[in-house]
């Protein structure tokens, strides 16, 4: 009975995501005839691999005969993708070594002023980006950021740095108090933190590199209105191109597909660190 | 030198630690803020030259004076607290069901987490693909099933329920995450006392699970509340603020005073009612909540 319960629950977890995935991403694997066939088909019926070879810009001849041309798009694209990746493991690197010692003092130690330095870091992302692109851009004009992988990562920093903060808190807060014990043993609050908390809070430390990662992989509005049309172009953003320059459904679909993966590899290499905490022998 | 900085107090360590971030980021955060405010006390006019005159309050007084402002707040609110509850129940749900030991545990893991690794500009394409009748899967079964009417879910009446499921669809596995990290500092011990004490499951989520998790799920409903705020690109890939006005949000509004009606000054003054909509309601929530689980354990 247990088990059958947890194994719809897993059923029922897996559509909820899959299906929506599923749904855009099915368009890359159609033929042009397919995605325009109403009522849309359920599943493709011939699939191609050809958008993906497209949007490397690579051309595909269908079984009939018919070439589909490599994409136009395929330097931005690949351009966008080394980018992303430069700006979302600087971001992510230096979100941790500020972060996780900000969060574990918030969450460890008591002093005066406490939540309203709490609420002065929130205050940073509160501010809607709406409103703040356009002086946003006129500061990077004048410090000559705009267009530069460097004026990309602050702009970053200033989302991933307050909200993993916030988040790593919560985390910290359930440790057991073993750090006492360090302490009593003579370790510096330095050394407590680096060779005790840091192991022990590798779950929390794991979850806040992913979503620095992600922050910074997905981040869109800024870098449409920062890099976007120049060398510094990320991902998101090339992608959007596809929407409205040069409107390919499939190539859009195998692009965000594209897109997917390496946050979903950094994801699956960095959650084999969320592991029970073994207690009698915390530092292994 | 060791000596010394394990002197220090708790104050000064942990200002030492802050104050760097901080500066940092009222550097790069206080100038776009105190040029936005500089905009919002001006009317900025284009057409004919660029001018920008002093108006005082002008801009704020006029904001409170427009209908699509409380409409856009009343929009905002409701898809707020639409996506803020669905994010938190289903990151919850996720976490509850990652935390149960199974095979294959690291691959279901990757998939669980990858709406989140999906941007918003990319969750915005999906579920409009997804929503709308020309395309949608809810038109693709009702004809599988003999049908002959397109089901489209981006009108009138549920396009706000569409873009908080999208966004609670995206954001839930940041939730998750944190939980199922948060539920691995639970001493397995517990468990098995709750066993011997023959708790049913529910009494056991509610004394052994939940407990440890309070601060972090108020930490979330702060954070994905601030998140669904100000969130901007995906409604206007989605539903572009339509059908209407129906789903005009604050920053949909925003974007269109400033960037499609060129009223810089009007946008301006509108977002500082957003910024304080934000701050009001994340205190709101410390007061009513997260002060109480503060100074719990």
């Given at each position: 009975m247990t088990t059958l319960w947890s194994r719809l629950a897993l059923l029922v977890v897996l559509l909820w995501t899959l299906l929506p995935i599923y749904w855009f991403l099915k368009i890359s694997l159609l033929t042009p005839d397919e995605i325009a066939?109403?009522?849309?088909?359920?599943?493709?019926?011939?699939?191609?691999p050809a958008a993906f070879l497209n949007i490397f810009g690579f051309d595909y001849t269908l079984a009939d005969g018919t070439v589909r041309r490599g994409s136009g798009q395929a330097v931005q694209i690949l351009r966008g993708l080394g980018n992303s990746l430069i700006v979302s493991f600087v971001v992510t690197i230096v979100t941790l070594v500020v972060v996780v010692p900000l969060a574990y003092v918030f969450a460890r130690l008591e002093f005066r002023h406490k939540n309203t330095l709490l609420f002065a870091i929130l205050l940073a992302v509160a501010l809607p980006p709406v409103s703040t692109l356009i002086p946003f851009y006129a500061m990077y004009i004048q410090l000559g950021l705009a267009g530069t992988l460097s004026g990309l990562i602050l702009v970053t920093l200033t989302i991933t740095i307050p909200f993993v903060t916030w988040m790593l808190i919560g985390y910290f807060r359930?440790?057991?108090?073993?750090e006492r014990l360090a302490r009593i043993d003579g370790y510096s609050r330095f050394e407590t933190f680096l060779y005790i908390v840091a192991p022990l809070g590798r779950s929390g430390i794991a979850v806040a590199a992913v979503i620095a990662f992600l922050f910074a992989w997905n981040e869109y509005t800024y870098a449409l209105v920062l890099?976007?049309?120049?060398?510094?172009?990320t991902l998101p953003t090339a992608i959007s191109g596809f929407l409205f320059q040069h409107p390919e459904p499939s190539h859009l679909a195998a692009s965000l597909a594209l897109s997917i993966l390496p946050p979903a590899l950094v994801a699956f290499f960095l959650q084999r660190h969320i592991a029970e905490m073994n207690l009698v022998d915390p530092v292994r | 030198m060791q000596r010394r900085l394990a002197e220090l107090s708790n104050l000064q360590f942990s200002l030492l630690l802050a104050l760097p971030v901080l500066v940092f980021l009222l550097l790069v955060v206080a100038y776009p803020l105190g040029y936005a405010l500089w905009m919002s006390l001006h009317q900025i006019v284009f057409f004919g030259g660029y001018r920008a005159s002093f108006v005082g309050l002008d801009n704020f007084l006029e904001v409170l004076a427009s209908d699509d402002f409380w409409w856009s707040a009343w929009v905002t609110l409701r898809f707020t607290v639409q996506s803020v509850v669905l994010a938190m129940a289903i990151g919850l749900c996720l976490a509850l069901t990652l935390n149960r030991p199974m095979r294959l545990a690291g691959l279901v893991r990757t998939i669980v987490i990858l709406p989140w690794c999906v941007s918003l500009y990319g969750t915005g394409v999906m579920f409009s693909y997804l929503a709308k009748?020309?395309?949608?899967l809810g038109t693709a079964i009702a004809y599988a099933f003999g049908a002959d009417e397109a089901v489209n879910?981006?009108?009138?009446?549920w396009v706000i329920e569409v873009l908080a499921v999208g966004n609670a669809w995206n954001m839930a596995p940041l939730v998750a995450f944190f939980l199922l990290a948060n539920m691995k500092?639970?001493?397995?011990r517990l468990y098995d006392l709750a066993a011997i004490d023959r708790m049913s499951r529910f009494e056991t989520f509610r004394h052994v699970t939940l407990p440890p998790l309070r601060f972090t799920l108020f930490v979330f409903t702060c954070i994905t509340t601030v998140l669904s705020m100000k969130l901007f690109d995906f409604i206007f890939v989605l539903?572009?603020?339509?059908?209407?006005?129906?789903?005009?949000?604050l920053t949909y509004q925003i974007y269109k005073e400033s960037?499609?009606?060129?009223d810089l000054g009007y946008g301006a003054a509108m977002s500082f009612f957003l910024l304080a909509m934000i701050l009001a309601s994340t205190l709101i929530l410390y007061f009513t909540w997260g002060r109480r689980e503060a100074h719990r354990a």
């Open positions: 066939r109403f009522p849309p088909p359920l599943y493709p019926l011939e699939p191609t359930n440790l057991p108090p073993i890099v976007n049309g120049t060398s510094a172009n | 009748g020309q395309t949608g879910l981006v009108n009138r009446d500092t639970i001493p397995s539903s572009g603020g339509g059908p209407g006005t129906t789903s005009a949000t960037f499609k009606d060129l």
